[in-house]
C-alpha cells in the first residue's frame, strides 16, 4: 500500500509498504512529479536607456526565470550591440561615442530581449582664445589658442576662418600669418560656438637708407650712377 506521509511546496514523502506491513520504505518525489527547474528566460527593465558621451547610466535590472515563471538563480552576464557606441558592465552602461546601439543580457544560450541605447553628443558651452587683439608686422605670424568648454564635449574640433585673407591667413592650427597690411579678424569655431581675435597689420618700417658713394666729384657734362641700399630687405615702402 502506499501513503504520503509528508509533503512541502517543492516536493511530497512516499511511504510504500508490503501488504504484510512488515517492512515500509519511502521516496521523494518532486511536487506532482514535475521537472526540475530550468533557465529559460531574461526579463530586463527599462528597455530603453539615454546616456551622454562620456557618462555612465543607472544600472539595468535583469531577472531571470524558470520554465515556472519563478526567480531562477544564475550569473547574468551584459554584451555590447557595438561597442563603439556604447559598452555595458553589471547592467550598467557607459557612452562611447553619440550613437544609437543596444545591450542585453545572457547567461548561456538565454538571452534577454535587447535594452535600446541611445548615447546623447555632449554639446559645447563655450570657446575663448588666448589673445582678443593682435599686432603683427608684414610676413610676420603667431599662433592662437582656442580652449573649449567642457572638456567633456563630444567634438571638440576647431575651425579657423581668417575675415580678410588678403591681409591675414590662419591655417587649421590657429598659426596667423600677416599677408597684406590693414586689419582683419580671425575666428575659431566649434560646434557653433565662435570667439574671435581682431589682427592688425603693419608695414615693415624703413629703418636705414644708405648710398655707395658719399662723396662723388664731377666734370662738366659727365655722369655717374649711385647705389641706393634700403634697409630692411623687407621694408613696405
Excluded: M
Amino acid at each position: 500500500c502506499f501513503s504520503r506521509s509528508s509533503s512541502s511546496a517543492r516536493k511530497a514523502t512516499l511511504t510504500i509498504t508490503d501488504k504484510d506491513k512488515k517492512a515500509s520504505t519511502q521516496v521523494s518525489l518532486s511536487q506532482a512529479g514535475r521537472p526540475a527547474a530550468v533557465l529559460t528566460s531574461i526579463e530586463v527593465s527599462p528597455a530603453s536607456v539615454t546616456v551622454q558621451h562620456g557618462s555612465k547610466s543607472s544600472a539595468i535590472t535583469a531577472t531571470a526565470k524558470d520554465q515556472y515563471g519563478q526567480a531562477y538563480s544564475t550569473t547574468v552576464s551584459w554584451k555590447s550591440r557595438d561597442e563603439s557606441v556604447a559598452t555595458v558592465s553589471g547592467g550598467v552602461v557607459t557612452g562611447v561615442k553619440p550613437g544609437t546601439t543596444a545591450v542585453y543580457a545572457y547567461s548561456g544560450s538565454v538571452q534577454s530581449k535587447d535594452v535600446s541605447v541611445t548615447v546623447s553628443k555632449v554639446g559645447v558651452s563655450s570657446v575663448t582664445l588666448d589673445k582678443t587683439s593682435l599686432s603683427l608686422t608684414l610676413g610676420g605670424s603667431q599662433s592662437l589658442t582656442a580652449t573649449v568648454k567642457p572638456d567633456n564635449a563630444s567634438d571638440k574640433s576647431v575651425a579657423w576662418k581668417s575675415s580678410n585673407t588678403s591681409v591675414v591667413t590662419v591655417d587649421n592650427n590657429g598659426t596667423v600669418t600677416a599677408v597684406g597690411v590693414g586689419t582683419a579678424s580671425v575666428t575659431a569655431t566649434a560646434d557653433g560656438k565662435s570667439a574671435s581675435c581682431s589682427v592688425t597689420v603693419n608695414p615693415v618700417e624703413v629703418t636705414s637708407v644708405s648710398l655707395d658713394k658719399t662723396r662723388l666729384p664731377l666734370t662738366i657734362g659727365s655722369s655717374e650712377k649711385l647705389t641706393v641700399t634700403v634697409l630692411p630687405e623687407n621694408a613696405t615702402d
